[in-house]
């Protein structure tokens, strides 16, 4: 998370998410993520899929794009998408 979200952070009295980060990729802090690799802040009451914070979600959160190679990733990493050998394979096979 860049330093103006912590400093948005604390502004808005939120320490608890200051608190809550952990070292994150590029030198970055990251909200810390479940033993699944869900984020911690992942689901809201009847709402599984919600963020629970969405309002002060970070930049990092706001910026990044569905459907983007990034997204994909993540994606596969979890299991929700097959290996880009397969997906290649497969989009070989419709073309043809
Ligand atoms: S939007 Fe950000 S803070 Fe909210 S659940 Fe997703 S990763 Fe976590």
């Known amino acids: 998370m860049p330093s103006q979200d912590i400093e948005r952070w604390r ?5 608890d ?8 990729h590029f030198g970055e802090m990251a909200f810390a993520s ?5 984020c911690v802040h992942l689901g809201s009451e009847g709402r599984e899929n919600a963020c629970s914070i969405y309002a002060q979600r970070g ?3 706001h910026q990044f794009a569905v ?3 990034q997204c994909h990733e993540f994606r596969r ?3 929700l998408e097959p290996p880009l050998a397969d997906r290649f394979v ?4 419709r073309e043809n």
Do not use: H, I, K, W
């Open 90 to 93: 497969e989009l070989r096979r």
């Open 77 to 79: 990493d979890a299991g």
């Open 34 to 38: 479940r033993p699944d690799g869900s």
């Open 17 to 24: 998410l200051v608190e809550g980060l952990v070292d994150g």
């Open 59 to 61: 930049t990092t959160c």
């Open 67 to 69: 459907d983007s190679p």
């Open 11 to 15: 502004e808005l009295g939120r320490q």
